[in-house]
DNA sequence: TTCACTTTTTGCCAAATGGCAAACGGTTTC
DNA sequence: GAAACCGTTTGCCATTTGGCAAAAAGTGAA
């Protein structure tokens, strides 16, 4: 719980009533690893705080390959940057045992109705997240499949060894096997 | 004016005072081509709606090499979705002669702090702006040049005889000549 | 028109990456 | 321990893309 409340602190001010508040509607919960925390098709309208362990978001592109879109390890905020009516385009799957701090959709609008500057907060994190994930996207084009990896090691640093590799070589554009190839000279 | 009126209209409500409010803050300005809109190291504190014309975002990557990150056409808002207060690490260039309508800091802030909902507004251009790049930037990373440059061609399908193929082929991670070869089997 | 300049295309070859399938290594199950 | 299973590595070769440089095409100015 502290880790979710410093993390906000870094994105604007709460009081203490706001912070318990905050902490009154997080839900602690154990999410296994393979466990599907959002699927395909479905609405995607809780949001999450990861506390331990790391989930992949996912899709299948159109010659039917399984896409890893991203990583999200911990102390990051997992919510829907789309729209909550709509189903999700992607999945999400715990890659590793998880913890997490869950926000129903209800508790969520309430404390945007109920703190003044909530939605402040949340958008600065939107922000930043997609600012991050653009630029690092924008990079990987560029870059050779060396450099890319190395470019995933630096960002995710404790995930090489706890992760399948297929994970890395979709979410890099890289087949398995030069990948495996790849990893043999770098590490 | 009235594509821009349209534009924010489709992401929340105004009323005829605020809509005239808004017109009276924004100036025309005419960019020729080639020309800084802002320049990496300074500052970038307006923002600007794209009445015609296409403008690029670069940078060097640590290879020295010019990179595209993105282009910028018509009915789009250019601002800055860093931080005000820090340089640029980024230039916008207008590509082809361009039409603005540009909106200083000031004013800007004048709207947000005038207009209830305009920070509502900006908060889902930005965030569907950015949700669209990551997707886009996301695809291409696992794309074959070919299939990349006919992601580019849908995307923006006015731009390709009129933009040098240099601008073209570093936003798609591809050398010059690769390009154009891919170009002459494609088009 | 001619010249100078820039951008695009092409040729040649090297390097990187993909595709496929087999081998290898580790883990679980019986 | 043997068998089955899964993910990773490796070998072999085809294909794609890059690097470099020259030629060609396009552009603008004198």
Redesign the interface.
């Known amino acids: 719980m502290e880790e979710l409340i410093n993390y906000l602190l870094g994105f604007g001010n709460l009081n203490q009533p706001q912070i318990d508040l905050i902490a009154s509607k997080a839900t602690e919960t154990a999410f296994p690893k393979d466990e599907y925390f959002v699927e395909a098709g479905k609405r995607f309208d809780r949001t999450a705080f990861i506390l331990e362990g790391v989930l992949r978001i996912c899709y299948y592109?159109n010659k039917g390959?399984e896409?890893t879109?991203?990583f999200v390890d911990e102390n990051r905020l997992l919510a829907n940057?789309?729209n909550y009516h709509e189903p999700m385009p992607e999945y999400i799957q715990a890659i590793t045992d998880c913890r997490l701090l869950v926000f129903s959709r209800q508790d969520w609008e309430e404390l945007s109705n109920t703190i003044i500057g909530w939605?402040?907060i949340v958008?600065k994190i939107?922000?930043k997240a997609?600012?991050e994930?653009?630029d690092r996207?924008?990079?990987?084009?560029?870059?050779d499949a060396t450099t890319r990896y190395k470019m995933f090691l630096e960002k995710f640093p404790t995930l090489a060894n706890r992760v399948p590799l297929s994970y890395i070589a979709?979410y890099?554009?890289i087949t398995q096997s030069s990948l495996s190839r790849i990893r043999k000279n770098v590490r």
């Not at 996207?137 to 560029?142: E, F, G, N, P, Y």
Request: glycine residues 8%; aromatic residues 12%.
């Open positions: 592109n390959e896409i879109k991203y940057p789309y939605d402040g958008n939107f922000r997609l600012i994930k653009t996207r924008s990079a990987l084009v560029t870059e979709s890099l554009g």
